[in-house]
Protein backbone atom coordinates (compact mmCIF):
# COMPACT_ATOMS: atom_id res chain seq x y z
CA UNK A 1 0.00 0.00 0.00
CA UNK A 2 1.12 3.31 -0.81
CA UNK A 3 1.02 5.75 2.42
CA UNK A 4 1.80 9.22 2.44
CA UNK A 5 2.71 10.62 5.78
CA UNK A 6 2.90 14.03 7.38
CA UNK A 7 5.08 15.10 10.32
CA UNK A 8 5.24 18.55 12.41
CA UNK A 9 5.42 17.60 15.64
CA UNK A 10 8.14 20.23 16.22
CA UNK A 11 10.94 22.27 13.76
CA UNK A 12 10.80 20.20 10.73
CA UNK A 13 8.20 20.28 7.97
CA UNK A 14 8.08 16.83 6.58
CA UNK A 15 6.42 14.80 4.10
CA UNK A 16 7.26 11.42 2.40
CA UNK A 17 5.14 9.05 -0.21
CA UNK A 18 6.55 5.41 0.51
CA UNK A 19 5.29 2.37 -0.91
CA UNK A 20 4.95 -0.60 2.25
CA UNK A 21 5.10 -4.16 1.54
CA UNK A 22 4.77 -7.40 3.58
CA UNK A 23 3.47 -7.65 7.01
CA UNK A 24 4.92 -7.33 10.17
CA UNK A 25 7.81 -10.09 10.86
CA UNK A 26 8.90 -9.16 6.96
CA UNK A 27 8.04 -5.28 5.70
CA UNK A 28 9.60 -3.70 3.15
CA UNK A 29 9.43 0.21 2.07
CA UNK A 30 10.44 1.92 -1.01
CA UNK A 31 10.50 5.63 -0.56
CA UNK A 32 8.87 7.13 -3.64
CA UNK A 33 8.92 10.97 -2.45
CA UNK A 34 10.74 12.67 0.40
CA UNK A 35 10.63 16.25 1.95
CA UNK A 36 11.56 18.10 4.94
CA UNK A 37 12.18 21.63 5.36
CA UNK A 38 14.27 22.03 8.49
CA UNK A 39 13.25 25.34 10.23
CA UNK A 40 16.51 25.00 12.57
CA UNK A 41 17.88 28.19 10.81
CA UNK A 42 14.63 30.26 11.99
CA UNK A 43 14.46 29.07 15.63
CA UNK A 44 18.15 29.40 15.82
CA UNK A 45 17.77 33.03 16.37
CA UNK A 46 15.78 32.55 19.31
CA UNK A 47 18.25 29.63 21.15
CA UNK A 48 15.29 26.79 20.58
CA UNK A 49 12.24 25.83 18.77
CA UNK A 50 8.88 28.63 19.59
CA UNK A 51 5.78 26.93 19.39
CA UNK A 52 3.94 29.66 17.69
CA UNK A 53 6.56 30.32 15.03
CA UNK A 54 6.99 26.52 14.56
CA UNK A 55 3.07 26.50 13.78
CA UNK A 56 3.37 29.40 11.37
CA UNK A 57 6.21 27.87 9.31
CA UNK A 58 4.53 24.38 9.50
CA UNK A 59 1.60 26.03 7.80
CA UNK A 60 3.69 28.03 4.63
CA UNK A 61 5.68 25.18 4.00
CA UNK A 62 2.89 21.95 3.99
CA UNK A 63 1.66 22.79 0.67
CA UNK A 64 5.30 23.14 -1.27
CA UNK A 65 6.44 20.14 0.60
CA UNK A 66 3.28 18.17 -0.37
CA UNK A 67 3.90 19.32 -4.08
CA UNK A 68 7.57 18.53 -3.74
CA UNK A 69 6.71 14.89 -2.18
CA UNK A 70 3.84 14.14 -4.88
CA UNK A 71 6.38 15.53 -7.83
CA UNK A 72 9.59 13.22 -6.69
CA UNK A 73 7.03 10.25 -6.29
CA UNK A 74 5.68 10.97 -9.68
CA UNK A 75 2.14 11.13 -8.51
CA UNK A 76 1.70 15.02 -9.64
CA UNK A 77 -0.88 15.43 -12.19
CA UNK A 78 -2.29 18.56 -13.12
CA UNK A 79 -6.17 18.59 -13.36
CA UNK A 80 -8.72 21.43 -13.08
CA UNK A 81 -10.76 19.66 -9.95
CA UNK A 82 -14.09 20.80 -9.22
CA UNK A 83 -14.51 20.01 -5.14
CA UNK A 84 -18.09 19.67 -4.01
CA UNK A 85 -19.68 22.46 -1.76
CA UNK A 86 -19.84 20.41 0.77
CA UNK A 87 -16.49 19.02 1.14
CA UNK A 88 -15.23 22.62 0.47
CA UNK A 89 -17.33 23.69 3.41
CA UNK A 90 -15.74 21.06 5.66
CA UNK A 91 -12.58 21.49 4.75
CA UNK A 92 -12.68 25.12 5.07
CA UNK A 93 -13.78 24.70 8.72
CA UNK A 94 -10.96 22.52 9.51
CA UNK A 95 -8.70 24.73 8.23
CA UNK A 96 -10.14 28.56 9.76
CA UNK A 97 -7.31 29.26 11.40
CA UNK A 98 -4.52 29.62 8.95
CA UNK A 99 -6.31 31.51 6.42
CA UNK A 100 -3.18 31.41 4.02
CA UNK A 101 -2.79 27.62 4.22
CA UNK A 102 -6.36 27.30 3.40
CA UNK A 103 -5.59 29.56 0.45
CA UNK A 104 -2.81 27.53 -0.55
CA UNK A 105 -3.97 23.98 -0.04
CA UNK A 106 -7.30 24.94 -2.31
CA UNK A 107 -5.10 26.43 -5.13
CA UNK A 108 -3.19 23.54 -5.30
CA UNK A 109 -5.37 20.53 -5.04
CA UNK A 110 -8.28 22.69 -7.01
CA UNK A 111 -5.21 21.97 -9.73
CA UNK A 112 -4.11 18.18 -9.28
CA UNK A 113 -5.80 14.70 -9.65
CA UNK A 114 -6.48 13.53 -6.49
CA UNK A 115 -3.06 11.08 -6.25
CA UNK A 116 -2.77 7.27 -6.02
CA UNK A 117 -2.58 6.30 -2.24
CA UNK A 118 -3.99 4.20 0.04
CA UNK A 119 -4.20 6.17 3.28
CA UNK A 120 -2.45 9.22 4.78
CA UNK A 121 -0.40 8.89 8.27
CA UNK A 122 -0.01 11.44 10.57
CA UNK A 123 2.13 12.41 13.55
CA UNK A 124 -1.02 13.03 16.42
CA UNK A 125 1.85 13.34 19.07
CA UNK A 126 3.82 13.48 21.46
CA UNK A 127 4.84 17.20 20.59
CA UNK A 128 4.16 20.72 20.60
CA UNK A 129 0.66 21.01 20.47
CA UNK A 130 0.07 24.37 17.84
CA UNK A 131 2.83 22.44 15.31
CA UNK A 132 0.89 19.40 15.82
CA UNK A 133 -2.63 20.65 15.08
CA UNK A 134 -1.38 22.18 11.53
CA UNK A 135 -0.49 18.83 10.69
CA UNK A 136 -3.49 16.98 11.94
CA UNK A 137 -5.73 19.37 10.60
CA UNK A 138 -3.73 19.55 7.12
CA UNK A 139 -4.31 15.14 7.06
CA UNK A 140 -7.78 15.91 7.76
CA UNK A 141 -8.54 18.26 4.79
CA UNK A 142 -6.44 15.72 2.81
CA UNK A 143 -8.44 12.92 3.98
CA UNK A 144 -11.53 14.29 3.77
CA UNK A 145 -10.92 15.47 -0.40
CA UNK A 146 -9.40 13.03 -1.37
CA UNK A 147 -11.67 10.50 0.84
CA UNK A 148 -8.66 8.12 2.28
CA UNK A 149 -8.66 6.58 5.71
CA UNK A 150 -6.27 8.62 8.02
CA UNK A 151 -3.86 6.48 10.68
CA UNK A 152 -3.02 8.34 13.68
CA UNK A 153 0.98 8.34 14.50
CA UNK A 154 2.73 7.99 17.84
CA UNK A 155 5.96 9.95 17.07
CA UNK A 156 7.81 7.83 19.35
CA UNK A 157 6.61 4.53 17.82
CA UNK A 158 7.92 6.29 15.04
CA UNK A 159 11.24 6.68 16.14
CA UNK A 160 11.13 2.79 17.57
CA UNK A 161 9.95 1.18 14.03
CA UNK A 162 12.42 3.56 12.00
CA UNK A 163 15.64 2.43 13.87
CA UNK A 164 14.84 -0.83 13.81
CA UNK A 165 14.47 -0.46 9.62
CA UNK A 166 17.75 -1.25 7.45
CA UNK A 167 18.48 0.19 4.23
CA UNK A 168 18.69 -2.52 1.47
CA UNK A 169 21.08 -2.35 -0.82
CA UNK A 170 19.56 -2.02 -4.76
CA UNK A 171 20.70 -2.63 -8.00
CA UNK A 172 21.86 0.39 -9.24
CA UNK A 173 19.44 1.46 -11.55
CA UNK A 174 17.16 2.32 -8.84
CA UNK A 175 17.76 5.20 -6.81
CA UNK A 176 14.82 5.23 -4.55
CA UNK A 177 15.90 4.16 -0.84
CA UNK A 178 14.51 0.71 -0.06
CA UNK A 179 14.14 0.22 3.75
CA UNK A 180 13.76 -3.52 5.24
CA UNK A 181 12.33 -4.86 8.66
CA UNK A 182 12.50 -8.60 9.44
CA UNK A 183 13.70 -11.52 11.60
CA UNK A 184 13.24 -8.92 14.39
CA UNK A 185 13.99 -10.93 17.91
CA UNK A 186 11.33 -10.49 20.77
CA UNK A 187 11.41 -8.44 23.37
CA UNK A 188 12.93 -5.57 21.79
CA UNK A 189 13.90 -2.70 24.15
CA UNK A 190 14.24 0.77 22.75
CA UNK A 191 16.10 3.43 24.50
CA UNK A 192 14.15 6.34 22.46
CA UNK A 193 16.35 9.66 22.76
CA UNK A 194 15.05 12.43 21.66
CA UNK A 195 14.62 16.74 22.15
CA UNK A 196 11.37 16.21 24.68
CA UNK A 197 11.84 12.53 25.54
CA UNK A 198 14.08 9.87 27.37
CA UNK A 199 12.50 6.44 27.60
CA UNK A 200 13.16 2.60 27.80
CA UNK A 201 9.98 1.02 26.51
CA UNK A 202 10.10 -3.26 26.25
CA UNK A 203 8.71 -4.68 22.94
CA UNK A 204 7.37 -8.16 23.70
CA UNK A 205 5.23 -8.49 20.75
CA UNK A 206 4.67 -5.70 18.07
CA UNK A 207 3.13 -2.42 19.18
CA UNK A 208 2.41 -3.35 22.83
CA UNK A 209 4.81 -1.66 24.92
CA UNK A 210 5.56 -1.43 28.65
CA UNK A 211 7.59 1.50 30.23
CA UNK A 212 10.98 0.23 31.96
CA UNK A 213 12.18 3.87 32.62
CA UNK A 214 11.99 7.13 31.84
CA UNK A 215 13.63 10.45 32.83
CA UNK A 216 12.24 12.19 35.59
CA UNK A 217 13.33 15.87 34.67
CA UNK A 218 15.06 16.85 31.27
CA UNK A 219 15.23 15.10 28.18
CA UNK A 220 18.48 13.82 27.07
CA UNK A 221 18.42 15.90 23.82
CA UNK A 222 17.00 18.99 25.92
CA UNK A 223 20.51 18.80 28.17
CA UNK A 224 22.64 18.56 24.93
CA UNK A 225 20.85 22.07 24.00
CA UNK A 226 20.85 23.27 26.82
CA UNK A 227 24.57 22.82 27.92
CA UNK A 228 25.03 23.98 24.65
CA UNK A 229 23.53 27.35 25.03
CA UNK A 230 25.72 27.15 27.79
CA UNK A 231 28.84 26.87 26.02
CA UNK A 232 27.75 29.56 23.83
CA UNK A 233 27.32 26.88 20.91
CA UNK A 234 23.99 27.44 18.48
CA UNK A 235 20.94 25.11 17.99
CA UNK A 236 20.38 22.73 18.01
CA UNK A 237 23.22 21.96 20.61
CA UNK A 238 23.56 17.91 20.23
CA UNK A 239 25.72 18.03 16.64
CA UNK A 240 27.60 20.81 18.40
CA UNK A 241 28.53 19.34 21.22
CA UNK A 242 29.11 16.18 19.46
CA UNK A 243 31.30 17.94 17.06
CA UNK A 244 33.32 19.79 19.96
CA UNK A 245 33.92 16.50 22.37
CA UNK A 246 35.32 15.13 19.15
CA UNK A 247 37.87 17.32 18.97
CA UNK A 248 38.51 16.66 22.20
CA UNK A 249 39.14 12.84 21.92
CA UNK A 250 41.26 13.14 19.06
CA UNK A 251 43.80 15.15 21.48
CA UNK A 252 43.98 12.19 23.65
CA UNK A 253 44.67 14.29 26.55
CA UNK A 254 42.17 13.39 29.54
CA UNK A 255 39.51 16.46 30.46
CA UNK A 256 40.13 18.49 33.38
CA UNK A 257 36.16 18.50 34.66
CA UNK A 258 34.53 16.03 36.06
CA UNK A 259 30.80 15.99 36.24
CA UNK A 260 28.19 13.53 37.82
CA UNK A 261 26.41 10.62 36.02
CA UNK A 262 23.18 11.67 37.96
CA UNK A 263 21.14 8.11 39.31
CA UNK A 264 23.50 5.87 37.58
CA UNK A 265 24.00 3.49 40.19
CA UNK A 266 19.92 3.79 41.68
CA UNK A 267 17.92 0.26 41.56
CA UNK A 268 15.65 1.96 38.93
CA UNK A 269 15.98 2.34 35.04
CA UNK A 270 15.18 6.34 35.37
CA UNK A 271 17.28 8.83 34.32
CA UNK A 272 17.41 12.53 35.33
CA UNK A 273 19.62 14.48 33.05
CA UNK A 274 18.68 18.16 35.29
CA UNK A 275 21.29 17.79 37.98
CA UNK A 276 23.96 17.22 35.15
CA UNK A 277 23.33 20.60 33.49
CA UNK A 278 23.07 22.34 36.71
CA UNK A 279 26.53 21.19 37.33
CA UNK A 280 27.88 22.59 33.89
CA UNK A 281 26.39 26.01 34.82
CA UNK A 282 28.50 25.56 38.19
CA UNK A 283 31.59 24.48 36.58
CA UNK A 284 31.06 27.94 34.32
CA UNK A 285 30.22 29.89 37.00
CA UNK A 286 32.68 28.98 39.33
CA UNK A 287 35.68 29.45 36.65
CA UNK A 288 35.28 32.66 35.08
CA UNK A 289 38.60 31.80 33.59
CA UNK A 290 37.44 29.08 31.31
CA UNK A 291 38.60 29.78 28.04
CA UNK A 292 37.29 29.01 24.25
CA UNK A 293 39.68 26.43 23.81
CA UNK A 294 38.52 24.66 27.14
CA UNK A 295 34.86 24.32 25.80
CA UNK A 296 35.55 20.94 24.06
CA UNK A 297 36.60 19.06 27.08
CA UNK A 298 33.29 20.58 29.23
CA UNK A 299 31.19 18.95 26.03
CA UNK A 300 33.65 15.81 26.06
CA UNK A 301 33.11 15.16 29.90
CA UNK A 302 29.30 16.27 29.63
CA UNK A 303 29.17 13.53 26.48
CA UNK A 304 30.91 10.92 28.50
CA UNK A 305 28.40 11.45 31.52
CA UNK A 306 25.23 11.05 29.11
CA UNK A 307 26.64 8.22 27.67
CA UNK A 308 27.69 6.81 30.87
CA UNK A 309 24.29 6.83 32.13
CA UNK A 310 22.15 5.73 29.04
CA UNK A 311 25.04 3.08 28.92
CA UNK A 312 24.81 1.82 32.93
CA UNK A 313 20.44 2.41 32.56
CA UNK A 314 19.93 0.07 29.32
CA UNK A 315 22.35 -2.43 30.43
CA UNK A 316 20.58 -2.92 33.53
CA UNK A 317 16.85 -2.98 31.70
CA UNK A 318 18.72 -5.67 29.56
CA UNK A 319 19.73 -7.75 32.20
CA UNK A 320 15.99 -7.43 33.69
CA UNK A 321 13.66 -7.75 30.52
CA UNK A 322 15.99 -10.22 28.23
CA UNK A 323 16.19 -8.34 25.56
CA UNK A 324 17.19 -9.88 21.95
CA UNK A 325 17.13 -6.84 20.39
CA UNK A 326 18.20 -3.31 21.42
CA UNK A 327 17.20 -0.20 19.35
CA UNK A 328 18.38 3.29 19.66
CA UNK A 329 16.35 5.77 17.74
CA UNK A 330 15.65 9.37 18.18
CA UNK A 331 17.32 12.24 17.10
CA UNK A 332 19.87 11.79 19.99
CA UNK A 333 20.61 8.40 18.89
CA UNK A 334 22.48 10.71 15.55
CA UNK A 335 25.53 10.84 17.83
CA UNK A 336 28.57 9.56 17.40
CA UNK A 337 29.97 8.94 20.46
CA UNK A 338 26.52 7.57 21.64
CA UNK A 339 27.13 4.89 18.61
CA UNK A 340 30.36 3.83 19.38
CA UNK A 341 30.12 3.07 23.64
CA UNK A 342 26.82 1.18 22.78
CA UNK A 343 28.42 -0.61 19.77
CA UNK A 344 31.28 -2.02 21.96
CA UNK A 345 29.01 -2.56 25.10
CA UNK A 346 27.21 -5.17 22.95
CA UNK A 347 29.74 -6.72 20.70
CA UNK A 348 31.85 -7.10 23.97
CA UNK A 349 28.85 -8.27 26.37
CA UNK A 350 26.07 -9.22 25.10
CA UNK A 351 26.57 -10.61 21.50
CA UNK A 352 23.48 -12.68 21.47
CA UNK A 353 21.74 -9.19 21.65
CA UNK A 354 21.09 -7.51 17.94
CA UNK A 355 21.65 -3.81 18.02
CA UNK A 356 19.66 -1.40 16.05
CA UNK A 357 19.98 2.21 15.70
CA UNK A 358 18.92 4.37 13.44
CA UNK A 359 20.79 4.89 10.31
CA UNK A 360 21.69 8.73 9.32
CA UNK A 361 18.64 10.38 8.31
CA UNK A 362 16.38 8.57 9.92
CA UNK A 363 17.51 9.17 13.38
CA UNK A 364 16.46 13.20 13.83
CA UNK A 365 12.75 13.78 12.51
CA UNK A 366 11.44 12.88 9.50
CA UNK A 367 8.41 11.78 7.50
CA UNK A 368 9.79 8.01 6.35
CA UNK A 369 9.56 7.08 10.05
CA UNK A 370 5.93 8.08 10.79
CA UNK A 371 4.70 6.36 7.41
CA UNK A 372 6.65 2.66 8.91
CA UNK A 373 4.70 3.29 11.79
CA UNK A 374 1.86 3.78 10.03
CA UNK A 375 1.71 1.05 7.92
CA UNK A 376 2.38 -1.33 11.24
CA UNK A 377 -0.73 0.24 12.26
CA UNK A 378 -2.38 -0.16 9.14
CA UNK A 379 -1.61 -4.23 9.55
CA UNK A 380 -3.81 -4.43 12.29
CA UNK A 381 -6.32 -1.53 10.74
CA UNK A 382 -5.98 0.80 12.85
CA UNK A 383 -7.35 3.07 11.14
CA UNK A 384 -8.90 7.21 12.16
CA UNK A 385 -11.63 9.04 10.63
CA UNK A 386 -11.42 12.89 10.24
CA UNK A 387 -14.13 12.81 12.78
CA UNK A 388 -11.68 10.66 15.41
CA UNK A 389 -8.45 11.41 15.11
CA UNK A 390 -6.76 14.46 17.35
CA UNK A 391 -3.61 15.55 18.74
CA UNK A 392 -2.48 14.68 22.00
CA UNK A 393 0.94 16.49 22.91
CA UNK A 394 1.80 13.91 25.87
CA UNK A 395 0.56 10.90 24.14
CA UNK A 396 2.55 8.51 25.72
CA UNK A 397 3.73 4.93 24.09
CA UNK A 398 2.96 2.71 27.64
O1 LIG B 1 14.06 13.25 17.52
P1 LIG B 1 14.41 14.65 17.31
O2 LIG B 1 14.88 15.08 15.94
O3 LIG B 1 13.22 15.59 17.68
C1 LIG B 1 12.39 15.32 18.77
O4 LIG B 1 11.52 14.43 18.63
O5 LIG B 1 12.65 15.95 19.82
O6 LIG B 1 15.54 15.01 18.39
C2 LIG B 1 16.08 16.29 18.47
C3 LIG B 1 17.16 16.30 19.53
C4 LIG B 1 17.73 17.69 19.80
O7 LIG B 1 17.74 17.90 21.18
C5 LIG B 1 19.12 17.62 19.22
O8 LIG B 1 20.07 18.44 19.89
C6 LIG B 1 19.45 16.15 19.42
O9 LIG B 1 18.26 15.48 19.10
N1 LIG B 1 20.52 15.71 18.52
C7 LIG B 1 21.72 15.28 18.96
C8 LIG B 1 22.49 15.02 17.81
N2 LIG B 1 21.73 15.29 16.70
C9 LIG B 1 20.52 15.71 17.16
N3 LIG B 1 22.18 15.10 20.21
C10 LIG B 1 23.44 14.65 20.34
N4 LIG B 1 24.26 14.40 19.29
C11 LIG B 1 23.84 14.56 18.02
N5 LIG B 1 24.64 14.30 16.99
ZN1 LIG C 1 11.55 13.08 17.29
Redesign the pocket.
Given at each position: MKILAIET??DETAIAILECEGDEKSARFTVLGNALFSQIEIHKEYGGVFPALAKREHAKNLVPILEAALEEAELLHEDTQAIPEEKHDRIATILSREPDLTEAFFDFTGECEPPLIDAIAVTAGPGLEPALWVGLNFAKALAILWGKPLISVN?MEG?LIAALAGRKHMPPQTDRSVFEISGVKMPVLALLI???HTELVCMREWLTYELIGQTRDDAA??A??KVARMLELPY????E??RLSEEARETQEKSPYTLPRPMLHDATCDFSFAGLKTSVLYLLRDNPSIREGDKKHIAREFEDAVADVLLGKTTRALDMTGAQTLVIG???S??THIRRVFTKKIENEYPYVTLCISIGPLA??NAIMIALAGFYRALRDDFSTPDSITVNGNRSLA
Amino acid sequence: MKILAIETSCDETAIAILECEGDEKSARFTVLGNALFSQIEIHKEYGGVFPALAKREHAKNLVPILEAALEEAELLHEDTQAIPEEKHDRIATILSREPDLTEAFFDFTGECEPPLIDAIAVTAGPGLEPALWVGLNFAKALAILWGKPLISVNHMEGHLIAALAGRKHMPPQTDRSVFEISGVKMPVLALLISGGHTELVCMREWLTYELIGQTRDDAAGEAFDKVARMLELPYPGGPEISRLSEEARETQEKSPYTLPRPMLHDATCDFSFAGLKTSVLYLLRDNPSIREGDKKHIAREFEDAVADVLLGKTTRALDMTGAQTLVIGGGVSANTHIRRVFTKKIENEYPYVTLCISIGPLATDNAIMIALAGFYRALRDDFSTPDSITVNGNRSLA
